[in-house]
Antibody
Framework: EVQLVQSGAEVKKPGESLKISCKGSGYSFTTYWIGWVRQMPGKGLEWMGIIYPGDSDTRYSPSSQGQVTISADKSISTAYLQWSSLKASDTAMYYC??????????????WGQGTLVTVSS | QSALTQPASVSGSPGQSIAISCTGTSSDVGGYNYVSWYQQHPGKAPKLMIYEVSNRPSGVSDRFSGSKSGNTASLTISGLQAEDEADYYCSSYTSSNFVFGTGTKVTVL
């Protein structure tokens, strides 16, 4: 059974750094794209970016480029989303999700439970 | 890139059929047959309902169907049930990444 288990909720101050994680199991971690989706409070879904753990090929949305870093450690089947300097506007639920199939144009077929990030002074 | 445009809300009575539209451009919806639809209940992670315009993953009810014409895709829910009340999002491949729709709240009256 494919499972994506995300790290727990975080409360941070503006300017702090943060790295949240998403551990995949039940499938070959290196052969499926895995990505991150942001959902701000009461708002819709936003596609942030995606990584292919097999070769670390990474793509970002225009709005996420330069704001976050997506990475993966295939030795422990874990993907990461990190910030170097958080802003209050980063407050949101962040979901990791795995592509349904192996191709880049495949939709997100499996989702993590979400990680709530709260940034407040 | 801009979010795909969906109606903010759609409602229907139990047993009725409703349709949700998703309008993009020739660079996303109109350019590829890689439109998908997600259902999200409050406090839950999204769930894939339709992929590649009209395909249903295993386990998704056949009351859900998808189609596309030009730059607009549609999700139809037939035989509306109380459990269908949720937010629905379309998504499209755009060659270098993906984009979601603005989301539609479906209310079962």
């Amino acid at each position: 059974e494919v499972q994506l288990v995300q790290s727990g909720a975080e409360v941070k101050k503006p300017g702090e750094s943060l790295k949240i994680s998403c551990k995949g199991s039940g499938y070959s971690f290196t052969t499926y794209w895995i990505g991150w989706v942001r959902q701000m409070p009461g708002k819709g879904l936003e596609w942030m970016g995606i990584i292919y753990p097999g070769d670390s090929d990474t793509r970002y949305s225009p709005s996420s480029q330069g704001q976050v870093t997506i990475s993966a450690d295939k030795s422990i089947s874990t993907a990461y989303l990190q910030w170097s300097s958080l802003k209050a506007s980063d407050t949101a639920m962040y979901y990791c999700a795995r592509h349904r199939g192996g191709a880049f144009n495949s939709p997100f077929g499996y989702w993590g439970q979400g990680t709530l990030v709260t940034v407040s002074s | 890139q801009s979010a795909l445009t969906q109606p903010a809300s759609v409602s229907g009575s139990p047993g009725q059929s409703i349709a949700i539209s998703c309008t993009g451009t020739s660079s996303d919806v109109g350019g590829y047959n890689y439109v998908s639809w997600y259902q999200q209940h409050p406090g839950k992670a999204p769930k894939l309902m339709i992929y590649e315009v009209s395909n249903r993953p295993s386990g998704v009810s056949d009351r859900f169907s998808g189609s596309k014409s030009g730059n607009t895709a549609s999700l139809t829910i037939s035989g509306l049930q109380a459990e269908d009340e949720a937010d629905y999002y379309c998504s499209s491949y755009t060659s270098s990444n993906f984009v979601f729709g603005t989301g539609t709240k479906v209310t079962v009256l």
